[in-house]
């Protein structure tokens, strides 16, 4: 074997440094130090040091995340402290009544300190480090005996190989949980669906079975990540007093760990804390099922003890279980504003997430087919966050005798029309356009909406009811309707038809913008609306623009472009655009040479998180155009910041510092009138 130069020797210590550190910046203090590209080159630049050098090359180099050789089958392992479970708290008064019971045992009457932190919805791990190095990680199996997953747990970049820091203890077992952000989930399925593979119910399951995996290989290819909350044994430290502070040696070990733990003071203040996470829970970019209470102070947890496989001294508080099973009553079919049809699942209503569910969408004939949904079927259906319900799975086993597989429907279930699904397209339209009345209702209400031309009073029920009685055809005709036509319609009294002519009469004046949007051209939203209105300036223009000319501007793309010419080049939306403008929707003009509306100028601004409207180079651009610098991290000098999904210290940063922070759809609502 080649003998290693000590200048290489130490180029290789230091990549494997700067690697070590960059990882713990990016995965552990979600703080990305370095952009991507450095991290690959220096990356490139190890695996080729080992390759050159295989004596550098040991199971703790950053470059061996990767997985290695599949395995035949898992070994087992005997914890060295058992891992235990928890108690359940499902209301209030549980919460009081353990903090009776441990007042009483400790026969104390002074306030119990509490340290409170979410429980995430993963798979429990335990990890032994022996002087600073990680020897195994092992899954809790029955709590005594779990299985040795150490192949796996190595491509977890979250988890340290080697202990950072100082005062390393001879041994230590940390405890945590390793789970998948709702985006690394939502990413997972998405691919799984592409490739016909199969999806996962939940985060949860997910994390469990990349962690099963025989090949390391397949865990390395799932973005999971480890969150530590607790120590079973360790040797060579001095005995910490506190869970807290345990937890905060962990975290200079090199540990994530949960950024919203607090310690407080008594059990009302947990019932606080409870009810302060529950209302951040949908934005959380991980799924969590509870919160975890646990005396601080770990002599008094030794002095509390255990029963049976769960501690004395700790409860969790569960939150609404965001999964229940229900019955599908009927599969019903629904036209959108584009002719889109959209299979909706109509259900035996069912509280999950927080709220009752009835109906949850299918989306397509692609998702009828894979999950197989019949009427009778049993159905798990999953609400995680502010996301609409899915059907994450069908219970083949509790399938009745008699369910018939569904069939898309070949003609349109409003007008008759025939059905289209064109080659490259998920969805099946119908192509009645407007001689279809679900089509015209929708191009209606969408036309009404908020943030449209934001007309008062006129709502969905009845919009349908005027297009049903054959009122109105259009959304040209919304400017004739007078009150006594209105009058004689169902339920509408003399002074809610007044009201409502003069909200249409008040919607005259908006912005090209909003009236872009309101057109309702296929996939133009309101971001793209408005990044038209600040191109083009003027309607007429936009309407002539060609495919070509369209493609120069930024986000806007073929699909996008080819929607806009043909909405443009069909005489039907002319004229109901002239109509529009003839009845007096009007805007105020657009002048694009003038540089003078710079209404954030001096402003910073910070985007952080997922967009799921605008792309962030579009949202860059737009509030460029208005002045505004738009940087990369958060300081006092920051104006405002946009958080979206999956948001971290950039958001809790801002928070700490008081800076405003807004979500996309406040971000666009400023956008289309920005002052
Ligand atoms: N956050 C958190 N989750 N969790 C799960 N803390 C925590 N503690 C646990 C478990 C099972 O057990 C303790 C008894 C160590």
Redesign the pocket.
Known sequence: MDVVPQKTFLEHQHLVEKLNDYNHRYYVLDDPSVPDSVYDRQMLQLQALEQDYPALLTEESPSQRVGGAPLASFVQIKHKVP????DNAFVDADLADFDRRLKDRLNASEAIIYAC????DGA?VSLLYRDGTLIYGATRGDGSVGEDITANVRTIKSIPLKLRGQNIPALLEV?G?IYLPTVGFDALNASAIASGGKTFVNPRNAAAGSLRQLDSKITASRPLEMCA??VGQYEGIDTPLTHHGMLNSLATWGFKI?QHMEVVTGITACVDYYNRLALRRSQLPYDIDGI?F?VNQLSLQKRLGFVAK??RW?I?RKFPAQEEMTEVLDIEFQVGRTGAITPVARLRPVFVGGVTVSNATLHNGDEIARLDVRVGDSVIIRRAGDVIPQVAKVVIDRRPADTEPVMFPERCPICQSSVLRLADEAVARCTGGLFCGAQIKEAIKHFASRKAMDIDGLGDKLVELMVDESVIFSVADLYDLTVERLVGLERLAEKSAANLVAAIHESKKTTLAKFLYALGVREVGEATAQTLANNFGHIDIIGRASVDQLLEIDDIGPVVAKHITDFFRNPDNLSIIDALQTAGVNWPAIDLDDQSFKPLKGKVWVLTGGMQVMSRAEAKDVLQALGAKVASSVSTKTSQVVAGPGAGSKLTKAQSLGIPVMSEAQLIEFLMDPK
């Open positions: 891992m235990l479970s928890l932190e979410p429980k995430l429990a405890r949980e909350y607790s949960n975890v646990k769960a501690p700790a969790a």
